[in-house]
């Protein structure tokens, strides 16, 4: 199953930001999204999710849960599961 680490490193492959320069556009603490990004932490803040939610549609359940979705679904399936429908 994917790590806070992994899924942060997602989000930032996504965005194509560096975690200072996402930590300004969310307004969100930069020592928190390096201990992520250290692998210091077990647990997704639920905060970054619900703001990685508003601002880029990331699904919260993916970014909370530690679901795997690579593991379980075929790769056009993925990004239903990663982001939040958007219709």
């Known amino acids: ?51 990685l939610n508003q601002e880029y549609k990331f699904n919260t359940k993916w970014l909370l849960d530690n679901v795997d979705v690579f593991a379980k679904k075929q790769h056009e399936d993925i990004n239903k599961d990663i982001f939040d429908n958007q219709n």
């Not at 390096?34 to 905060?47: K, V």
Request: net charge negative; no cysteine; proline share 8%.
């Open 1 to 51: 199953m994917p790590t806070p680490k992994q899924r942060l490193d997602i989000v930032l492959e996504y965005t194509g930001m560096n975690l200072e320069e996402l930590s300004k556009k969310l307004g969100y603490d930069k020592e928190t999204l390096s201990a992520i990004y250290n692998g210091l932490t077990d647990n997704f803040p639920p905060q970054l999710a619900q703001l």
